[in-house]
Every structure is written in structure tokens, then in C-alpha cells.
């Protein structure tokens, strides 16, 4: 596998990274991939109600219109986000719009919520009812709603038959003015609302848990706030964090300067230094799915010390490959088998340690 990596890696490198990352998708769709063997017992994970047969899972952000989920799956994932999908169809910033920044294995993007629209996507999934594994479906507003926590309730509306769970995005910096639904007022607004018509929708569908997804840009006083709503509002779980709008430590300076949100390893410190801080409010009320940096399988064992119930990566495949899922959950199950303990022993473990450093 990480031969005919490193063959495709400089192909895929010579083009824009929006092309490399369209002809991913058509190839995807088009191969047929062999199946992963059966994970390894020790790295099974109960949260939400849902069953994941390991904790690693695919962000958001690489199947935004539900294309490939059950190629996701089949590479080795626990679980697949595909998203963030909007009510109506929109193309998003002008291009370009992603740039690597192969030196820090990172990527800055400002696509802002580009996809096909709730039908698009609703049609895909429909057609996979019935196969197995753990697909979650992230909403988000349309850029010109006028009401955009209307776009989430519409959200839920539409896939409440489809999605194994909910993601409501409130963190993209690309879209103006989305983050602002992370104030207090604001997002009790949007948790009530997305919560009213999940249960309603229940009446006819399972109940689909609601997770909220937050930026790392936060003041603890802003994650006082967003966790007192959440924890009131009761809602199933947290994702920490979207990217960054920061520019820590960088290397490969060409993109720096470019506007967006900042994934990748240098995401890393800050991203699980705001994970941890969640953990240690959250207190045990709703599980925590830790994103940002993860690159290996030592940082995947660190986010879930940080706290993380599960694991998301993306940007890392960019540099990495989809072997790197392998090696991770390989990673992981070698650590429980040497430390002895099973995983949801390690969640949180160091979270006040992690918590309290600094971040450079």
C-alpha cells in the first residue's frame, strides 16, 4: 500500500489541490475496493448509542455530497462524516481555494460550505440504505439564509432517515458570520430548534444523536458558554475542533498569508489543548470526538488521553495516504495490548495535564 502511495502522491501533487482531490473522489467511486479485515476487539467503542467497531473515523469536509461513503468504510474507517451539506446547493469562495503546505503537512482552505444541496446528498445515502457502518451527516447554513438555524432544523428534516448522526457545524470560518452561532444566546437558540425536530422526527425514524461541532478559536470563557448550553440542552456529543483561523509556527510561508481555515499538524497543539479543557468541563455528560492534526498513531493515543471518545482525521491522508489509517488503529490496539487497559480507561486520563500546557 504505501508504495503505490508514494507512485500516486507525486501525480496527485502535480495538480491544484481541489483537481487532486475531485479525481480522489471519481476514483473512489469507480474502484472496488478490497475489504478491510475485522478490527481488533480492543478497539471497539459505544457512544451515542451507536456501536463503532474502532474509533477512527473520516471528518468532514473530504465527502461533502455523500459520494464514496461506503468506500470510506471499507478502507478501514469506524465511521464516516460526509458534509457539511446545505438546504441549496452553492459553489462556495472563488477559486483557488486550497492551498498545501506540504513543508508543515498542512492545509489552509476557504471553500465555504460547497456542495450539491440536501437532495443531492439525501438521494446518494438513500441508495446505501441497509448496508452496514456508521454514516453521520454534518448540516450547515446557506451563506445567504436569513434565518440559518432554519437550515440546520431543515438539515435534520431531510436525512433524519438516512444519517447513523448529526453534526451541527457552527465553526467554519469561511462562511461570514457562522461562527457567531457559537455565542450563548445563539446557540441555545439552534440546539433547541435542532433537538425539537430530531425528536419529532423520531416519531418515525430512530433517534439520530446531535453533536455540535466547535472552532479551537475560543476563549475558556467562550467554552464555559458553549458547554453550559450543551450540557443543559443535553445534547449527545461535542467534536473538537474545526480548523483554525491562526498561523502557528508555520514553515512553508508561500500560503501564509492566505485567508481560511488552517488544518493539519500544526492545528494539532491547540486543537487537543481545547479538547482536553471541553473534557474537564463536560464532566462525563456526553462523549467528545477529538479532530485536528492527527497524523499518527501516538497523536490518536494523545487526543483520546486529551479526553476523545473517538478520533477524526482528514488533512493527514493528504500527506500520508489511506494507509495511515491502518497503522493507526494498528498503533492503538498495540498500546491497550502493552498498557494493559482497555480504551475508554485512557479517555481523559491526562486531560488536566494537557489541558494546562501551553501552546506555542
Same mark, same amino acid.
Given at each position: 500500500?504505501? &508504495? ?13 489541490? %481541489? ?113 452496514? &457502518? ?16 432554519? #437550515? ?35 446557540? #441555545? ?6 433537538? %425539537? ?26 467554552? #464555559? ?57 463536560? %464532566? ?77
Amino acid at each position: 500500500m504505501r &508504495g503505490l502511495e508514494k507512485l500516486v502522491r507525486p501525480i496527485l501533487f502535480a495538480l491544484d489541490a %481541489e483537481t487532486a482531490h475531485r479525481l480522489t473522489i471519481r476514483a473512489l467511486a469507480a474502484a472496488r475496493l478490497p475489504v478491510s479485515a475485522p478490527d481488533d476487539a480492543a478497539l471497539n467503542v459505544e457512544a451515542f448509542g451507536l456501536r463503532f467497531p474502532n474509533p477512527v473515523g473520516l471528518a468532514a469536509g473530504f465527502d461533502k455530497n455523500a459520494e464514496v461513503p461506503d468506500a470510506i468504510l471499507t478502507a478501514g474507517f469506524g465511521f464516516a462524516e460526509v458534509g457539511t451539506v446545505t438546504p441549496r446547493p452553492q459553489t462556495g469562495n472563488p477559486r483557488p481555494r486550497i492551498f498545501r503546505l506540504v513543508r508543515d503537512e498542512a492545509v489552509i482552505n476557504r471553500l465555504g460550505f460547497n456542495n450539491e444541496g440536501h437532495a443531492a446528498a439525501l438521494r446518494r445515502l438513500e441508495q446505501r440504505a441497509g448496508r452496514p &457502518g456508521i454514516v453521520g451527516v454534518n448540516i450547515g447554513a446557506n451563506k445567504d439564509s436569513t434565518d440559518r438555524a432554519a #437550515d440546520y432544523v431543515a438539515g435534520i428534516r431531510a436525512f433524519a432517515g438516512v444519517a447513523g448522526y448529526f453534526t451541527l457545524n457552527v465553526s467554519s470560518p469561511n462562511t461570514p458570520g457562522l461562527r457567531d452561532l457559537q455565542h450563548e444566546a445563539a446557540l #441555545d437558540d439552534l440546539i433547541a430548534r435542532s433537538i %425539537e425536530a430530531r425528536d419529532e422526527a423520531a416519531r418515525d425514524h430512530p433517534r439520530r444523536p446531535l453533536l455540535l461541532k466547535i472552532a479551537p478559536d475560543i476563549t475558556e470563557g467562550e467554552l #464555559d458558554a458553549i458547554v453550559a448550553v450543551a450540557r443543559r440542552r443535553a445534547i449527545d456529543g461535542l467534536i473538537v475542533s474545526n480548523t483554525t483561523i491562526s498561523r502557528p509556527r508555520l514553515v512553508d510561508v508561500r500560503h501564509v498569508g492566505e485567508a481560511g481555515g488552517l488544518s493539519g499538524r500544526p492545528l494539532f497543539p491547540l486543537a487537543t489543548r481545547v479538547l482536553a479543557q471541553a473534557y474537564l468541563r463536560v %464532566e462525563g455528560a456526553f462523549p467528545i470526538v477529538g479532530v485536528g492534526g492527527i497524523d499518527s498513531a501516538e497523536a490518536a493515543w494523545t487526543k483520546i488521553r486529551a479526553g476523545a471518545t473517538l478520533v477524526q482525521l482528514y488533512s493527514a491522508l493528504v500527506y500520508k495516504g489511506p494507509g495511515l489509517v491502518k497503522e493507526i488503529k494498528a498503533g492503538l490496539a498495540e498500546r491497550l495490548a502493552r498498557e494493559g487497559c482497555a480504551l475508554a480507561q485512557a479517555v481523559g486520563r491526562d486531560a488536566a495535564a494537557i489541558a494546562a500546557a501551553p501552546v506555542a
